[in-house]
Nanobody, 124 residues
Framework: QVRLVESGGGLVQAGGSLRLSCAAS???????MAWFRQAPGKERDLVAAIAWSGGSTYYADSVKGRFTISRDNAKNTVYLQMNSLKPEDTALYYC??????????????????WGQGTQVTVSS
């Protein structure tokens, strides 16, 4: 089991920055980590993902060049640095961990563990 707790959300003006953190505990060795987001009335979408080593990452087209995912395995924490925020980035952001260890980031990953989410609101 993996337990995830997000933090760092808040209200920011367009063009501003936020850094989300996700503290993981439990069986975290080898898991891939990801950030998803869900806006009201929309499906939950994958925003970014990172392999255990940190050497492989994935970004949705909508956030490429603006968001950066990173992880510190010594601290069991994954981060999402969000710059140049837009009103359309407003959503509930979830941290997720893969069900299996050492999955391929480019492939379809089953994320079996989820946090409760942290709200990000970007005002225009």
């Amino acid at each position: 089991q993996v337990r995830l707790v997000e933090s760092g959300g808040g209200l920011v003006q367009a063009g501003g920055s936020l850094r989300l953190s996700c503290a993981a505990s439990g069986r975290t060795f080898g898991v891939a980590m990801a950030w998803f987001r869900q806006a009201p009335g929309k499906e939950r979408d994958l925003v970014a993902a990172i392999a255990w080593s940190g050497g492989s990452t994935y970004y949705a087209d909508s956030v490429k060049g603006r968001f950066t995912i990173s992880r510190d395995n010594a601290k069991n924490t994954v981060y999402l640095q969000m710059n140049s925020l837009k009103p359309e980035d407003t959503a509930l952001y979830y941290c997720a961990a893969s069900s299996r260890v050492f999955p391929t980031i480019e492939g379809q990953i089953d994320y079996g563990f989820w946090g409760q989410g942290t709200q990000v609101t970007v005002s225009s």
